[in-house]
T-cell receptor, first 117, second 110 residues
Framework: GAVVSQHPSWVICKSGTSVKIECRSL??????MFWYRQFPKQSLMLMAT?????????EQGVEKDKFLINHASLTLSTLTVTSAHPEDSSFYIC?????????????FGPGTRLTVL | AQRVTQPEKLLSVFKGAPVELKCNYS??????LFWYVQYSRQRLQLLLR??SRESIKGFTADLNKGETSFHLKKPFAQEEDSAMYYC????????????FGKGTRLSVIA
């Protein structure tokens, strides 16, 4: 299957700093990328949907000014957590899908563990 | 709104015993249902989807529209089946993301 990578795999930062997480589709062009957040022992919660070249669509309750998403190319999407605080500590997972066909599979990255001190 | 419910957080079975991981969904339209699996320290990966009607690693799942369920079954559990299992739903139309249940941790005891 297709491969989605994330970088970094883990990051520790001080409160108030910004952190950028990259998500790349390695062997396919991703029309759509999704960002999920997973708290310990909980399910994946969708944060936003991003289509290449357009603004991301955020889920209710997700602050778009805090979680900046850029999808500048068909193989790269970035999530920037601005002015991070300890409550932002979580596991962030990106997912990518080829095309718009309803039966296209959604591939997942390995996740990025963010710890804010 | 779409919702996926997995009532069991943890399911422990002995090796060789049958396994059933429950999943119920709520959606007014026609959904596509999936089971994803996450082995220890690995990424989430697709196990099976209802439209494929296939058996993967001995697992099967049948979509029951009357009961709005998509339970995952395997007749004989193996130790390597121990993992986190997530049921997910996606509307059949539109470019929409997967919506996940909370997951069930399956532990197969030797």
């Amino acid at each position: 299957g297709a491969v989605v990578s994330q970088h970094p795999s883990w990051v520790i930062c001080k409160s108030g700093t910004s952190v950028k997480i990259e998500c790349r589709s390695l062997d396919f062009q991703a029309t759509t990328m999704f960002w999920y957040r997973q708290f310990p022992k909980q399910s994946l919660m969708l944060m936003a949907t991003s289509n290449e070249g357009s603004k991301a669509t955020y889920e209710q309750g997700v602050e778009k000014d805090k979680f900046l998403i850029n999808h500048a190319s068909l193989t790269l999407s970035t999530l920037t957590v601005t002015s991070a605080h300890p409550e932002d500590s979580s596991f962030y997972i990106c997912s990518a899908r080829v095309g718009l066909a309803v039966n296209n599979e959604q591939f997942f990255g390995p996740g990025t563990r963010l710890t804010v001190l | 709104a779409q919702r996926v419910t997995q009532p069991e957080k943890l399911l422990s079975v002995f090796k060789g015993a049958p396994v059933e991981l429950k999943c119920n969904y709520s959606y007014s339209g026609s959904p596509e249902l999936f089971w994803y699996v996450q082995y220890s320290r690995q990424r989430l990966q697709l196990l099976l989807r209802h439209i494929s009607r296939e058996s993967i690693k001995g697992f099967t799942a049948d979509l029951n529209k009357g009961e709005t369920s998509f339970h995952l079954k395997k007749p004989f559990a193996q130790e390597e089946d121990s993992a986190m299992y997530y049921c997910a739903l996606r509307p059949l139309s539109g470019n929409t993301p997967l919506v996940f249940g909370k997951g069930t941790r399956l532990s197969v005891i030797a």
